[in-house]
């Protein structure tokens, strides 16, 4: 059974920085999808970046390209995400989240199967 613990979230003021951890535990390198989703208040979770191990190929939402990139370190199964130049609009849980075995459509939240416990961001002055 694979688990997902998510750290790294808090309070950042605008144009901030933080950097996202998730450490998966019984996790299969043979390959996979994994990345990171969000979901504020009233609104639908959705992908902000995700990552399908069978080519590399890496998937960043509009809202966050440029500002938030995603990083693997295979040898400690755990899958950073770096967000900069944050701003009011990231404010939200986000949520690590895995399918292993997996080389499909990789983008969307509904093929993933394991879900960590999520960890909030807070962007305000």
């Known amino acids: 059974q694979v688990q997902l613990v998510e750290s790294g979230g808090g309070l950042v003021q605008p144009g901030g920085s933080l950097r996202l951890s998730c450490a998966a535990s019984?996790?299969?390198?043979?390959?996979?999808?994994i990345g990171w989703f969000r979901q504020a208040p009233g609104n639908e979770r959705e992908g902000v970046a995700c990552?399908?191990?069978?080519?590399?190929?890496?998937y960043y939402s509009d809202s966050v390209k440029g500002r938030f990139t995603l990083t693997r370190d295979n040898a400690k199964n755990t899958i950073f995400l770096q967000m900069n130049n944050l701003n009011a609009e990231d404010t939200a849980v986000y949520y690590c989240?895995?399918?292993?075995?997996?080389?499909?459509?990789?983008?969307?939240?509904?093929?993933?199967?394991?879900w960590g416990q999520g960890t909030q961001v807070t962007v305000s002055s």
């Open positions: 990552v399908r191990s069978r080519d590399g190929s890496t």
């Open positions: 019984e996790f299969t390198l043979d390959y996979y999808a």
């Open positions: 989240a895995a399918r292993t075995y997996y080389s499909g459509n990789y983008r969307g939240p509904d093929v993933y199967n394991y």
